[in-house]
Every structure is written in structure tokens, then in C-alpha cells.
């Protein structure tokens, strides 16, 4: 075990864990994606998916992952079934492609940082020039590939531990402050409403399946960064109530950024909240008036404060994205660590080089393709996260579930469960997950991807 490292403590894997889940996607993307998706109505479905579908199959993966103590693609060989290693082959793929656009992302929040310590609250309404700035951008990308390399080269315990366990919590009592400030302002309960009060009618398929691959995304699952991690886990931990608290801590994140941003939304457009378009610049572009409206010193400490945050909580959501190539390649290629970290974050950095262009630089990267049925183009970063976040996430999810059910087998799946949590056998929660991942995960899984391929890349809308 020397050579893979162990996290140090119960809480070691739990933060690392959380930390993982909760990053960009809890206070970039769930934010604009709860906004395009009309509101409450999405909040409700993503908090359904979360409980219903994606917690059972965070714990198939962390009981895949403890039991193997292998890397996503390894996992599957060492128990016995080579021939699933395309799963943990397509998680890599999956890895690969979301690291290349987050870091672009992760770019944009560390640039924010340096410009709210410069003052510079004016930056809200320029963010569609500032995205275009390709060498700056580039250069912050760049800047994050390294810390996340960094961290990684170190190995899992140390570096990720230490800092989730300081950070994560002033992350939180900073977005909590900041939802007790936005109540007090104007228009603060139409956004709260917009946010809460759920209009049904703003349901259709597109809603049902970014909700899904919000879910997937924001709890980092359906890649096999949770057997990466699970390897790391030691027997005598309960999977059940670890698996619980980190979706509780990512769900409670995300509906905390919604409820600071909406009200902050509200108050921005005068009310006005169903002209604002979300898209990926919503917090980019409302959070500098909000904490402009703080004066000179205020705005810039809270400012610069929330965005360094942010870029810490999306950090060591990197680190877990960076982590699962590079387990592959130290334990299946078994190339050097050192040289795996520098050589992997490299690759991925050039990967994501197009979607850093496709924010308005090159017209070329920027409406990249026309999805069949559809008359606006899309642009490359979208590509990538329509194809890895809604697609191969969910996929990933599906077959997982199938194979803990079919393939590694339920009593298999049941023994690693009970270890660490004696009474789990005959009980309730395990009744729960085993009818999940045997029935529900991967028919209602597989059926929603088919439908979300056909209906997203070839305009065939069957529902
Ligand atoms: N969950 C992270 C977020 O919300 C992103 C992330 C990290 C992720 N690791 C992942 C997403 C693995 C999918 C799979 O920001």
C-alpha cells in the first residue's frame, strides 16, 4: 500500500471526496443550468436524481474501488471480468474531456480573483471580451494545470487532504453570508420564488437530461473518479454513510450557490428574471456588481475572497479529474507516477485548447457544429461537455450499475458493502440498493441516454 498511499483518516476520504464533488459545478454550472432549465421545477428533478439514481451507483464505485484497490480500468480486471475494462477505459475518456474544458472554466475563476483584487468590478459586463483574451485565459489555464499536477504528483493523502479540510468549510460560511446579505436586497424574493416554487410546465426532455448529467457531474460519478478514491478507503469505513454525507455536502452546496444567486440575479435585473438568459457566464457576470455594491474595501476582500475560494474548491475537483488517467497509466502502463502527472496534464491541457478558443476567439472553435434538428450552432467547449457530461457520465453510471449487479454480482457487491457496516445485511438501505442498481439504475439509466443522444445530436425527439 506504500506506494499507492492511504488517506490518513475517516475524514481524510470523506473531504477528499466531497471535494471532489463539490467544485465548479456546484456554483458555476448549477446556477445557470437551474436558470435555463426554468427554475424550480429542475432544482426539484436534479435532488430527485441525486437520492434516487446516482447514490446507489456512487456506492457501487466506492465498493468497486475499495474491494479492487485499482485504478478505474484495473478495477475491472482484478475482479475477474478483463473483458469490462472498456468501462473503465471510457471513465479515462471522460476524465480526459472534462478536465480539458474545467480548466478553461477554472481559468476564468482565478482570472476573476486577480481582477476583484485589483478592483476591478466593471469586469461583469465585459466578460464576454475578457473570455476572448486567449493568452491571458491561457495563461491562468496553464497556471491551474500546474497546481493541479502539483498536488497530484504528491500523491492522494497530504496535499488534497489538508487543503479540503480548511478550505471547504470557509467556502461554505463565506456562500452562507452571502445568501443571508442577497435576502436583504430588492427583488431577493422573485429570485428565491424563480428558485423554489417549481412551474411544471417548463419541463421537457432537454430539462429531464441536463438534470441528470448535472446530477452525474456534480457528484463526480459515472468515470470512476470514486474507484480511484474508493481505492484509497480503508475496510473498517462504512461505504453507505460516507456515500451519504458526500451527497449530502455537494447537494447542499449547489442549493446554497442557487439560493445566494438567484435573489442576486433578481435584484441585478430589477426583477426581470426571466429575460436573464444563465449560460456559462451567469455568475461571471452578476457576482462583480454584487459585491461592487459593498464599497471599495469590502467588495474587494469579499470579492477576492469568493473567487479564490472557488478556484480552491475547483482545484481539488482537478486533482480528482487529473487523478483517474494518471492511476491508469501508474498502475495498468505502470509508467512512472512523476512522469505520468507532468506528461498526462500536458496532453490534457493541449486537449483543451480548442475549447479556450471557442469562447469568441476563433469564430472556427466558437460554432464548431450544427446539431442535426437544431439551427444554432454549438461551440466546442459545449461539444465536449454535452458529449462527456450528459452522455458518457450517464452511460458510465448505467453500465456500472448493470455490472455490480450482473456481472461482479449483488452478494459480491453486498459483502464489500457490509464490511465496515455490520448490520447492512437484511437491512432496508440494502433491499434499497440492490433493487437500484439491479433494476432502476440501468433501465431507467440506458433508456434516458438513448433518448438524450437521439434527441440532443440527431433532433429526433421520441418523448
Ligand atoms: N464534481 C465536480 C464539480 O462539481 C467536477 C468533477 C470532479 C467531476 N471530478 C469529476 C465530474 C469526475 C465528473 C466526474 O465541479
Not at 65 to 84: C, E, I, N, S, Y
Not at 149 to 164: C, L, Q, R
Not at 432 to 457: E, H, K
Amino acid at each position: 500500500m506504500a506506494s499507492r498511499g492511504n488517506f490518513n483518516s475517516k475524514i481524510g476520504f470523506i473531504a477528499a471526496a466531497a471535494g471532489s464533488a463539490v467544485g465548479l459545478g456546484n456554483i458555476w454550472k448549477f446556477p445557470f443550468e437551474v436558470a435555463d432549465g426554468g427554475g424550480a421545477a429542475f432544482v426539484l428533478m436534479y435532488l430527485g436524481f441525486c437520492f434516487i439514481l446516482c447514490f446507489p451507483v456512487m456506492v457501487t464505485e466506492i465498493a468497486i474501488g475499495r474491494k479492487t484497490q485499482k485504478d478505474p480500468v484495473g478495477a475491472f480486471g482484478a475482479l475477474g471480468f478483463p473483458k469490462w475494462k472498456f468501462l473503465g477505459k471510457m471513465g479515462v475518456l471522460a476524465g480526459v474531456l472534462i478536465l480539458s474544458f474545467y480548466n478553461v472554466v477554472a481559468g476564468w475563476a482565478f482570472g476573476y480573483f486577480l481582477e476583484m483584487l485589483m478592483g476591478n468590478f466593471a469586469i461583469g459586463g465585459q466578460f464576454g471580451d475578457y473570455i476572448k483574451d486567449v493568452v491571458k485565459i491561457g495563461a491562468y489555464g496553464a497556471v491551474f494545470m500546474f497546481s493541479t499536477a502539483f498536488i497530484v504528483s504528491k500523491g492522494v493523502s497530504g496535499g488534497i487532504e489538508k487543503a479540503s479540510k480548511i478550505l471547504m468549510p470557509t467556502l461554505l460560511i463565506l456562500i452562507i453570508s452571502l445568501v443571508a446579505y442577497a435576502m436583504t436586497l430588492p427583488h431577493a424574493m422573485e429570485g428565491v420564488k424563480f428558485y423554489l416554487v417549481p412551474d411544471f410546465s417548463e419541463i421537457n426532455f432537454e430539462v429531464v437530461y441536463s438534470a441528470l448529467g448535472q446530477a452525474f457531474f456534480s457528484l463526480s460519478l459515472g468515470m470512476g473518479a470514486l474507484i480511484t478514491y474508493g481505492s484509497y478507503v480503508s475496510k473498517e469505513e462504512n461505504i453507505i454513510s460516507s456515500a451519504a454525507l458526500i451527497t449530502l455536502t455537494d447537494i447542499s452546496v449547489a442549493f446554497l450557490a442557487g439560493l445566494m444567486m438567484f435573489p442576486f440575479v433578481a435584484y441585478m435585473s430589477e426583477g426581470n428574471l426571466h429575460e436573464v438568459t444563465g449560460g456559462p457566464g451567469l455568475i461571471f457576470a452578476t457576482l462583480p456588481g454584487v459585491f461592487e455594491s459593498f464599497g471599495p474595501i469590502l467588495g474587494i476582500v469579499v470579492g477576492a475572497s469568493f473567487f479564490l475560494l472557488l478556484s480552491f474548491a475547483a482545484l481539488t475537483s482537478t486533482v480528482s479529474l487529473l487523478e483517474v488517467p494518471v492511476a491508469y497509466a501508474v498502475d495498468e502502463l505502470k509508467v512512472d507516477r512523476k512522469k505520468a502527472v507532468w506528461l498526462i496534464a500536458i496532453i490534457i491541457f493541449i486537449v483543451g485548447i480548442p475549447s479556450l478558443m471557442a469562447n469568441g476567439y476563433s469564430p472556427f472553435f466558437s460554432s464548431f457544429i450544427t446539431y442535426m434538428g437544431n439551427d444554432n450552432p454549438t461551440d466546442f467547449m459545449t461539444l465536449v461537455s454535452d458529449i462527456a457530461n450528459d452522455s458518457l457520465l450517464p452511460l458510465g453510471g448505467c453500465l456500472i450499475s448493470f455490472f455490480g449487479a450482473y456481472v461482479w454480482k449483488k452478494h459480491n457487491l453486498n459483502e464489500e458493502i457490509a464490511q465496515g457496516y455490520p448490520n447492512y445485511h437484511g437491512s432496508f438501505v440494502e433491499k434499497f440498493i440492490n433493487i437500484m442498481v439491479s433494476y432502476f439504475c440501468p433501465i431507467v439509466l440506458g433508456i434516458i441516454f438513448v433518448l438524450t443522444v437521439l434527441d440532443r445530436f440527431f433532433g429526433i425527439a421520441l418523448v
